[in-house]
């Protein structure tokens, strides 16, 4: 079955950096898009970041853009999300999500259960 | 803030219908602008209902339902159960923004 587990969560101050991970195994990670989405406390789900099934295209939130990588390495079946620059407002739960093509677009059809970032000093 | 607008809430008896809106507006539709739903428990990991507007996923109940039109879809409950509890999200790909958004959220409580 398909499974997603992130890591690399945790406190960290403002202005500092944190890699996340996430962990995929039951499908074949290099023929899916993958998602990065969080949920801020008390917030509702903000999408971050999405890659092509081969690495070439990404995409970012503006609120993330130029402080955000998002990577993946299919022979290791893992994604990343590199996060620089952190701020307050980054604290959030931060789901992976597997991504499947419809209509030329991407939707989330399988999620991890996310990993906690907290950005304060 | 969002670009897709849900009530904040909906809540209904056991056995009952209830709908979610999630409206946009006509400038962020485009290609590719087909609306995906969510069920999110706190604490779990978000569960896919409905993609490209209509479409069930296997093993969702046919108590969930989606539709689209124009610039509003539709996440449709019917036959209310406790265990319909949760957040639900409509998502899709915002042509004007150049990237995927979530609608606002809308809480279903069973009464």
């Known amino acids: 079955q398909v499974q997603l587990v992130e890591s690399g969560g945790g406190v960290v101050q403002p202005g500092r950096s944190l890699r996340l991970s996430c962990a995929a195994s039951g499908f074949t990670f290099r023929s899916y898009g993958m998602h990065w989405v969080r949920q801020a406390p008390g917030k509702g789900l903000e999408w971050v970041a999405v890659?092509?099934?081969?690495?070439?295209?990404?995409d970012y939130a503006d609120s993330v853009k130029g402080r955000f990588t998002i990577s993946r390495d299919n022979s290791n079946n893992t994604l990343s999300l590199q996060m620089n620059s952190l701020i307050a407002e980054d604290t959030a739960v931060y789901y992976c999500?597997?991504?499947?093509?419809?209509?030329?677009?991407?939707?989330?059809?399988?999620w991890g259960q996310g990993t906690l970032v907290t950005v304060s000093s | 803030q969002s670009v897709l607008t849900q009530p904040p809430s909906v809540s209904g008896a056991p056995g009952q219908r209830v709908t979610i809106s999630c409206t946009g507006i006509?400038?962020?539709?485009?290609?590719?602008?087909?609306v995906h739903w969510y069920q999110h428990l706190p604490g779990t990991a978000p569960k896919l209902l409905i993609y490209?507007?209509?479409n069930r996923p296997s093993g969702v109940p046919d108590r969930f339902s989606g539709s689209k039109s124009g610039t509003s879809a539709s996440l449709a409950i019917t036959g209310l159960q406790a265990e319909d509890e949760a957040d639900y999200y409509c998502?899709?790909?915002?042509?004007?923004?150049?990237?995927?958004?979530f609608g606002t959220g809308t809480r279903v409580t069973v009464l």
């Open positions: 998502h899709f790909y915002d042509s004007r923004l150049s990237g995927y958004v």
């Open positions: 006509s400038s962020s539709f485009g290609p590719g602008s087909d």
């Open positions: 490209g507007n209509t």
């Open positions: 999500a597997r991504a499947s093509l419809w209509n030329g677009y991407y939707y989330s059809d399988y």
């Open positions: 890659i092509w099934y081969d690495g070439k295209n990404k």
